[in-house]
């Protein structure tokens, strides 16, 4: 089982980026897949995740209104519109699925994907 996160890079702020999450070697029909970061010498923390059942989204108050989590046509596929970047928002960002939302918003994955690194200059 794999999740494979892409999509980072170094953009000024202001700017937009979409990182791309895809997972492989079971279906994640009944997983909550969700984004994480880690600044240089902080905790990694909730980004936004999203239930394939319904499709409900949750975000972090700190990305409300700017980043846009959703899925893919294939299923083990998950996406982060990043809007509106921050030199604030430069992290390695982690992608990662849980069966239990609450657990994933409390940043427990039972799949963790590598990170990719974004860098917004200011």
């Known amino acids: 089982v794999q999740l494979q996160a892409s999509g980072g890079g170094l953009v000024q702020a202001g700017d937009s980026l979409r990182l791309s999450c895809a997972g492989s070697g079971r279906s994640f029909s009944t997983y909550a897949m969700g984004w994480f970061r880690q600044a240089p010498g902080k905790e990694r923390e909730f980004v936004a995740c999203?239930?394939?059942?319904?499709?409900?989204?949750y975000y972090a108050d700190s990305v409300k209104g700017r980043f846009t989590i959703s899925s893919g046509d294939a299923a083990n596929t998950v996406y982060l519109l990043m809007d509106s970047l921050k030199p604030e928002d430069t992290a390695v960002y982690y992608c990662?699925?849980?069966?239990?939302?609450?657990?994933?918003?409390?940043?427990?994955?039972?799949?963790w994907g590598q990170g990719t690194l974004v860098t917004v200059s200011s």
């Open positions: 990662a699925a849980n069966r239990n939302t609450a657990e994933l918003m409390g940043v427990e994955g039972n799949y």
């Open positions: 999203i239930r394939w059942s319904g499709a409900t989204t």
